[in-house]
C-alpha cells in the first residue's frame, strides 16, 4: 500500500500536525505502507488561492501510483486534496482536529460563542459560513473521517456526517523522556514555595482571569501560592494589568522542552479552557506526574477521570476552581494517587497504539 499524506504543516514547521505527520512519513513504512509527504509549505510562497490551485495540481500528480490520499486538515489542504482524489478516483480520508469555521470565526470574524453554542446556530457570518461549507464538504465527501476523541465525533456528526464514516484514534502522548528530576527542576527554576502552572494561548475562551482570581483567593486563606503564565495571545497586556500587585508572573511563548521542565517542576497544572478537542498538555502533565485540574469540557473528560487523575471543575468557576487547586496542592493522598494514575493512563496513549489503529484503518478503505 502506498499514501499521500497531504499535511498544512511539516517539520521544522512546528505544531501538531507537523508531528503526527513525521510520525507517519518515519513509521508507517516499517508497517509495509509507503508514505508520500505533501506539506503546504511547497505552495505558500503563493498568494492565497493561487495556492490552494497550485496544491490541488501537485496533489494530482503525486496521487499517481498512491491507493489513499489522506489530508490532515478539512480546508487548506483538505479541500484540494479531496478535489484531487476525486478526479483521479482514490480512496480519501481526512483527520479533523477541531471546528476550522469556528476557530477563524473567533480569531477574525467576531464570533464570540464556544463551539458547543456555536453549532447550534442555524446561519452565521458570510465567511464563516463559506468555511462551514468547506469543511462539510471534505468530511461528507472522504471515505473516512479520523478524529482524536469522542467529543470530536460528536462534532463532525451535527455537521450532517454519517457516524458510519467517524473513526476515533486517541493521539499519541508526547514524549517526556529527559525531562530531569523533579526536585533539581525545581532548585534551577527557582521554585520556592507552592507553585501552580497553566499553559495556553493567551485568549477569553482560555479562562485566565478565573485562574488569577483563584490564586488570589488561595491567598485569601493563607495559603502561599504562585502562579506562573506560558503563552501568548491578545489578552497578555489586559491579564498582566490585572494580576498587578498579586503573585502571577507572565513567562511568554517557551519553548517545548523549557515548557516541559516548567511543568513537570510545578505542583498543579490549571486549564481552564472553554474548548478542548484533545488536549496534549493535559497527557504531558499526567506522564510527568503534575496534578491537573482541568474544566469540564470537550475531550477533558475522556483524559481525566475526576477524583482519580485529576479534578474537573465546571468552565470559569472561580469557587470551584480555587477549591480544586486548593485540593490538589493539599491532599496527599490525592496527589500521590492522581501522579500514579496518571502516569499509566498517560503511557495507554502509545504511539505503537496510534500507528496500529491507524494502520488498520487505512488498509480497511
Excluded at 25 to 52: A, C, N, W
Excluded at 201 to 229: F, N, Y
Excluded at 240 to 261: C, M, N, P, Q
Aim: net charge positive; glycine share 8%.
Amino acid at each position: 500500500m502506498k499514501i499521500l499524506v497531504a499535511t498544512g504543516l511539516y517539520p521544522p514547521e512546528g505544531g501538531g500536525p507537523a508531528t503526527y505527520a513525521k510520525v507517519l512519513f518515519d513509521e508507517l513504512p516499517k508497517e509495509g505502507i509507503e508514505t508520500v509527504i505533501l506539506p503546504f509549505s511547497r505552495v505558500r510562497k503563493y498568494i492565497p488561492g493561487v495556492r490552494h490551485i497550485v496544491y490541488f495540481f501537485l496533489c494530482l500528480k503525486l496521487s499517481k501510483g498512491v491507493d489513499i490520499i489522506y489530508a490532515l486538515d478539512p480546508v487548506s489542504v483538505g479541500l484540494p486534496a479531496s478535489i484531487a482524489a476525486f478526479f483521479s478516483k482514490k480512496k480519501f480520508a481526512v483527520k479533523i482536529v477541531g471546528d476550522y469555521a469556528w476557530e477563524q470565526g473567533m480569531q477574525r470574524f467576531g464570533a464570540t460563542e464556544l463551539l458547543d453554542d456555536f453549532l447550534k446556530e442555524e446561519s452565521y457570518s458570510f465567511f464563516v459560513q463559506i468555511l462551514r461549507n468547506v469543511e462539510t464538504f471534505v468530511a461528507t465527501r472522504a471515505d473516512r473521517v479520523v478524529v482524536p476523541s469522542e467529543y470530536l465525533k460528536r462534532v463532525i456528526i451535527s455537521w450532517g456526517v454519517d457516524k458510519n464514516t467517524i473513526s476515533v484514534i486517541y493521539n499519541a502522548a508526547p514524549s517526556v523522556e529527559g525531562v530531569g528530576n523533579k526536585n533539581v527542576l525545581r532548585g534551577l527554576l527557582k521554585y520556592h514555595g507552592k507553585y501552580v502552572i497553566t499553559i495556553a494561548r493567551l485568549v477569553p475562551c482560555k479562562g485566565i482571569t478565573e485562574v488569577i482570581d483563584a490564586i488570589s483567593d488561595m491567598e485569601k486563606t493563607g495559603l502561599d501560592v504562585q502562579l506562573l503564565v506560558v503563552g501568548e495571545g491578545p489578552e497578555r497586556e489586559r491579564l498582566e494589568k490585572y494580576s498587578e500587585g498579586k503573585k502571577v508572573t507572565f513567562a511568554g511563548r517557551l519553548d517545548h522542552d523549557i515548557t516541559l521542565a516548567y511543568l513537570k517542576a510545578a505542583d498543579v497544572l490549571v486549564l481552564n479552557s472553554g474548548y478542548e478537542g484533545f488536549s496534549h498538555l493535559l497527557l504531558e502533565a499526567q506522564a510527568v506526574g503534575t496534578p491537573t485540574v482541568a474544566s469540564n469540557v470537550g475531550g477533558n473528560p475522556e483524559l481525566i477521570t475526576h477524583g482519580k487523575n485529576g479534578l474537573l471543575v465546571k468552565y470559569k468557576d472561580t469557587k470551584a476552581i480555587t477549591k480544586a487547586i486548593t485540593r490538589a496542592l493539599t491532599d496527599e493522598s490525592f496527589r500521590r494517587s492522581a501522579k500514579d494514575i496518571g502516569r499509566r493512563r498517560a503511557a495507554k496513549f502509545s504511539k505503537e497504539r496510534m500507528l496500529r489503529e491507524t494502520k488498520e484503518l487505512l488498509e480497511s478503505l
